[in-house]
T-cell receptor, first 114, second 114 residues
């Protein structure tokens, strides 16, 4: 059973459109992360959270909002999508309680903004 | 600010040989953790191995091992007896001991040929 799931897996929208990417983890982890992956840049952190209601800003937050509604659910919102946000988005979770903090990744969501 | 650099964009090797992937990092933290992750052709990202900065011994897991050179801020990944299924993109990452943000390198693509 996959411990981190993402939906949708693929999304096409138009410039100016409204998009919500969803992530759910069943690892009972405290921390959840949103990354975008682009050729030549690796994984870049957009937002992260250490619990329901909490939000921390990552390295590339412009144009993105996020909300953590429960320990399990973390959403990424693009309210006015732009072509520069075309990317592969990954959600991840980690326990954040110990020293290890290995990240567990979801399968990714491929977003195309036309 | 932390930074992780992988200068090798792609490496090609023959099956059953040994390969080393380079990674250098920058941090102001006195204690930190270094990770390697693998992204398979299907896009799945999985944790491989980690090194704690305060440990002098190089970590080893299966046919993966690390070459940790702290004075050079370097953490190389060594794969011995490579297999076709080792073909993937490998990401180096780091996390400060006191934080929960993980910084990734841009990745190295490994192709293992028969």
């Amino acid at each position: 059973e996959a411990a981190v799931t993402q939906s949708p897996r693929n999304k096409v929208t138009v410039t100016g459109g409204n998009v919500t990417l969803s992530c759910r983890q069943t690892n009972s982890h405290n921390y959840m992360y949103w990354y975008r992956q682009d050729t030549g840049h690796g994984l870049r952190l957009i937002h992260y959270s250490y619990g329901a209601g909490n939000l921390q800003i990552g390295d590339v937050p412009d144009g993105y909002k996020a909300t953590r509604t429960t320990q399990e659910d973390f959403f990424l919102l693009l309210e006015l999508a732009s072509p520069s946000q075309t990317s592969l988005y990954f959600c991840a979770s980690s326990d954040g309680t110990g020293r290890v903090d290995t990240q567990y990744f979801g399968p990714g969501t491929r977003l195309l903004v036309l | 600010a932390q930074k992780v650099t992988q200068t090798q964009t792609s490496i090609s090797v023959m099956e059953k040989t040994t390969v080393t992937m380079d990674c250098v990092y920058e941090t102001q933290d006195s204690s930190y953790f270094l990770f390697w992750y693998k992204q398979t052709a299907s896009g799945e990202i999985v944790f491989l191995i980690r090194q704690d900065s305060y440990k002098k011994e190089n970590a080893t897991v299966g046919h993966y091992s690390l070459n940790f050179q702290k004075p050079k801020s370097s953490i190389g990944l060594i794969i011995t007896a490579t297999q076709i299924e080792d073909s993937a993109v490998y990401f180096c990452a780091m996390k400060g001991a006191g934080g929960y943000k993980v910084v990734f390198g841009s990745g190295t693509r490994l192709l293992v040929s028969p």
